[in-house]
C-alpha cells in the first residue's frame, strides 16, 4: 500500500530526469514548440523548481543536445572486425535507430532550433561529426588521412546526415534500402577518389580485397555489371 509521498530527488538525480523528459519532448516534436511548463508538467514538478535547476530553455536544451549528442557519437562505434562493407551497414542501421527515434529533434538539432547560434550546441554538433570521421577512418586502420581520403569521409558523414534530414520528411524510400544505399555511397566515393590518386586506390583496393562477394561491397559491383551494359557508348567527336 502506498502512502502518496513522492520521494525526493537529489540535485544531480533531478537534472537528469529533467533532461531525459526535455529529451523525449523535443524527441517528438520541434525543441521550438515544447514549452518549459510541458518539461514541468511532465516531470512532475512546477515551472518555478525547473528554473531552479536549469536558467532556462535554452540551457536544459544544450543539456539535453549534450546527452544526444554522446548517444548519437556512440552509434558510429563498431567492433573493427569482419568486412568493412558488414560493418558500416551496421553502423548506418544504428544511425537510422536514433533519427527513427528522434525524428523531429534530429531535424531540429540539424537545422536549427532554439539553440541556433549557440556556440554551445553548434559546437556539439561538430563533435558527433567529428567522432563519426575518426570512428571511420579507424575502421579504415588509417591515422594520418590524405587529404582526398579526409573529403571522401567527411563528404559521406554530411551525405548521411542529409540524407536522414529529407528521408524524415514523408520516410518515401524503404529504410532498409536507403541504408545499403549509404554504405553503397561510401564505396562510390572512394571509388572515384581512387581514380584521380593513387595513394587512394592503394586504400581502395586493400578495401575490396577483404570484402565477401556477397557483402554490400560485392551486391554494388553486382548492379552495377547489370547496369554498365546499359549505359549508351560515348559519342566520338
Sequence with gaps: M??????????????QQLIGVALDLFSHRSPDDVSIDEIAAAAGISRPLVYHYFPGKQSLYEAALRRAADELAARFMEPHEGPLGAR??????????????HGPGFSALMRGGPAVGSSTANAMIDEVRNAAYLQILAHLGVQQPPARLELVVRSWVSLAESTALIWLDGRRIDRTELEL??????????????AYDEEMAAIMLRMLAEEPADGPFGELLERLATLLP????PRVG
Excluded: N
Design 230 to 233: 546499359q549505359v549508351p557508348a
Design 181 to 194: 544505399q549509404l554504405v553503397h555511397d561510401f564505396a562510390v566515393l572512394a571509388a572515384v577518389s581512387a
Design 88 to 101: 558500416l551497414l551496421r553502423v548506418m542501421g544504428r544511425f537510422f535507430d536514433f533519427v527513427d527515434d
Design 2 to 15: 502506498t502512502t502518496g509521498v513522492r520521494r525526493r530527488m537529489g540535485v544531480d538525480e533531478r537534472r
